[in-house]
């Protein structure tokens, strides 16, 4: 994969509800972009982003996982994250280093409470988000109930990007109210729009329209002065909207048939912001917060002529060693490089530069500013922990991870396997910064705390 520089770049987490189909959307947009040339299952244990051995036995995603693509000249870092509470710190890191969130809600049970979990994290983040009414193909299936469902349960201004045509099995395919016209089937074939939903389009078009125009102040005037939208005007104005919390998205689809996917992607790369791009501010751009050595918080841009700030904001230990995952902010990181962990107060080595998918990984020289990538064996480093130069020493903000709220007692079976036990948890409450262990003196326990029983 080659270099992209920071406004080629667009990183974008999915958050949902567990069984929303976040790990089927990364897969069919992976496959659609030509990233995989076979299109892999959940329930086969196939899917790229569910590759570790639990998630592979469960059917389900237990920890993050970063999927970038590239399409129309930019690359795209999905991270899918898991939808069960108990690994709600996976996706509170995953948040933490993306620009733009994508809410999935399952169309038949609506807004469920890892929905609104996940809604209530990207408010604290102030990300822009979209909201996709999921799995539009399956029985039951009912758009209205489900735009019904987020009215009720999430606070914004909702706004149809699209309207569906059809659903549950009779869903073929979705009205792009941008372009006005149908995009159908698996092939994303363009069409005219139905006869019978010109109407339903034209009274969702207006509105979309009028939160465009307040997106920007240049397309109010031309609002009131009732003058003509161009597609142009209505993206610029939304990701003006969208970027200032002034309006939510709500788009739909139906990834496991390749329906209404490729629209969604668009919708990603052209309403999204890249990481050095604060619409909130026109004209202005995005910084990030840092502190020095003394406790003193200055801001930079996110750009590669700041100094480096690189934040390790997971931690993966398997049978090939520790893999240390980096978004970039300030600078750029290099491949053999030797950096200053100011976490650490020393300096480590960092080998070859990867970009990772699912589990493959891909030897890159260089991440610039706002990229995500990995890092084999990168010392003692680990999550949390910022990456800058010795000379200019930089401490990013941790991750905001909830206290454990179920503890659970264990025992080794034999004294021979009390230091191998040690051992396991350090390793567990590295990569999961919301577990915590530590030996009860009175009782002779090891107590390990956590989010849940999962």
């Known amino acids: 994969m080659k270099e992209y520089q920071t406004g080629q770049i667009r990183n974008v987490a999915l958050v949902s509800h567990n069984g929303a189909g976040k790990t089927t959307m990364v897969e069919r947009l992976l496959f659609d972009t030509g990233a995989i040339t076979r299109l892999g299952k ?27 693509i590239e399409y129309a000249g930019l690359k795209v870092n999905l991270l899918d994250t898991p939808g069960y509470v108990d690994f709600v710190g996976e996706m509170n890191a995953a948040l933490s280093v993306a ?11 609506g807004v469920e409470v890892g929905t609104e979990i996940a809604w209530q994290a990207t408010l604290e983040r102030d990300l822009p988000r979209i909201i996709v009414i999921n799995k539009m193909n399956r029985d039951n299936a009912r758009a209205a109930r489900a735009m019904a469902s987020i009215r009720e349960n999430l606070d914004s201004r909702f706004i149809s990007l699209q309207l569906p045509i059809g659903e549950g099995p009779e869903f073929k395919g979705i009205i792009d109210l941008i372009s006005m016209e149908a995009r159908l089937g698996d092939n994303d074939a363009r069409g005219p729009i ?8 034209e009274a969702a078009r207006e509105e979309m329209i009028e939160a465009a125009a307040e997106g ?10 009732e003058e003509p939208f161009t597609e142009e005007d209505v993206i610029r104005g939304l990701k003006g909207a969208i970027a200032q919390r002034l309006c939510t998205p709500v788009m739909y ?3 496991e048939a390749g329906i209404a996917v490729k629209p969604l992607l668009g919708a990603v790369t052209k309403l999204m912001p890249a990481p050095d791009e604060d619409l909130a501010t026109p004209g202005e751009k995005k910084q990030f917060a840092a502190k020095d050595k003394d406790g003193n918080e200055a801001t930079y841009d996110i750009a590669d002529d700041s100094p480096l700030a690189a934040f390790i904001f997971k931690t993966r230990d398997d049978q090939y060693g520790k893999m240390s995952y980096i978004r970039v902010y300030g600078g750029t990181l290099e491949s053999d490089s030797r950096v200053w962990d100011s976490t650490l107060d020393s300096e480590v080595r960092v080998g070859p530069l990867q970009v990772i998918r699912g589990s493959h990984q891909t030897a890159v020289g260089k991440l610039h500013a706002g990229d995500i990538g990995v890092v084999v064996k990168l010392g003692e480093a680990g999550t949390n922990d910022t990456l800058c130069q010795r000379n200019e020493q930089l401490f990013l903000p941790e991750i905001e991870q909830p206290e454990p709220i179920v503890s659970v007692s264990i025992t080794a079976e034999t004294q021979a396997d009390v230091a191998k ?3 396991a948890l350090n390793r567990l409450a590295a990569e999961d910064k919301t577990l915590r262990w530590h030996n009860e003196p009175a009782t002779r326990e090891t107590i390990l705390s956590g989010m849940g029983n999962t």
């Open 42 to 68: 959940v329930q086969d244990g196939t899917a790229t982003t569910d590759f570790e051995e639990e998630e592979v036995a469960r059917n389900s995603s237990t920890s993050t996982a970063i999927a970038p």
């Open 99 to 109: 620009d733009g969130a994508l809410i999935l809600v399952e169309s038949v049970a």
């Open 194 to 201: 139905p006869a019978e939903l010109v109407d339903d389009a």
């Open 216 to 225: 920007d102040d240049a397309l109010m005037e031309k609002f009131f002065a």
């Open 253 to 255: 689809a139906a990834p």
């Open 421 to 423: 036990m040690s051992q």
